[in-house]
């Protein structure tokens, strides 16, 4: 099946910092999501960006379908943005989770 | 616009047991998908639903198995369960080909 790897595992951050996220992917993709899971373990959706580059305030993303990786930017952290984020790529309606980067942002 | 609903959002079972979750999809998503999460194995893939029929199954015992409604909610059962059973298990729907997927909040499940 897909295999899918985010980088880094861990990112520890001083609050106004700015981070990039890294998502590869092994093969085409139908779809590709980023998720922020919060402390209550709901997935919540913070992208669907299978190709191209969307933004949505302080945070952007950008897939390049054709290289197989996905990019995601945080800007400005806050403590708010703290969590465990999450790439995911749907291929034949079967949808594949990275491990996950999880990010601590300090005040 | 109601979001996805998971219910129970937890649960304590005794190995050996039965158990049986529900998700009602958001309204008009016609496709809905399950995951378990565990912290040793991450977010793994469970089975899809679309329109009643499951169209793809991941790599998980015949233990787990699911159906969907004609009104699009859905159920999964897990059958005979093992104390490696106890984790979350998420739901997710959307509309069909083209979309992302809203995920609910999730069962806990423990298994003791």
């Known amino acids: 099946g897909i295999q899918v790897e985010q980088s880094p595992p861990d990112l520890i951050l001083q609050e106004g910092a700015n981070s990039t996220l890294r998502c590869n992917f092994s093969?085409?993709?139908?779809?590709l999501q980023w998720f922020h899971q919060n402390p209550w373990g709901q997935l919540i959706n913070l992208f669907y960006i299978p190709s191209g580059t969307k933004q949505n305030g302080r945070l952007s993303a950008t897939t390049v379908a054709t290289e197989r990786y996905s990019l995601l930017y945080i800007s400005s952290s806050q403590t708010t943005d703290s969590g465990v984020y999450f790439c995911?790529?749907?291929?034949?309606?079967?949808?594949?989770f990275g491990a996950g980067t999880r990010l601590t942002v300090k005040p | 616009k109601a979001g996805v609903t998971q219910t129970p959002r937890y649960l304590i079972k005794t190995r050996g047991q039965q158990v049986t979750l529900s998700c009602s999809p958001i309204s008009g998503h016609r496709s809905v998908s399950w995951y378990q999460q565990t912290p040793g194995q991450g977010l793994q893939f469970l089975f899809e639903y679309f329109s009643e029929t499951q169209r793809n199954k991941g790599n998980f015992p015949g233990r787990f198995s699911g159906r969907q409604f004609s009104n699009s909610r859905s159920e999964m059962n897990v059958s005979t369960l093992e104390l490696g059973d106890s984790a979350l298990y998420l739901c997710?729907?959307?509309?069909?080909?083209?979309?992302?997927?809203?995920f609910g909040s999730g069962t806990r499940l423990t298994v003791v």
């Open positions: 997710a729907s959307k509309p069909g080909q083209g979309s992302g997927y809203t």
């Open positions: 995911a790529v749907e291929q034949n309606n079967d949808m594949r």
């Open positions: 093969d085409s993709v139908n779809n």
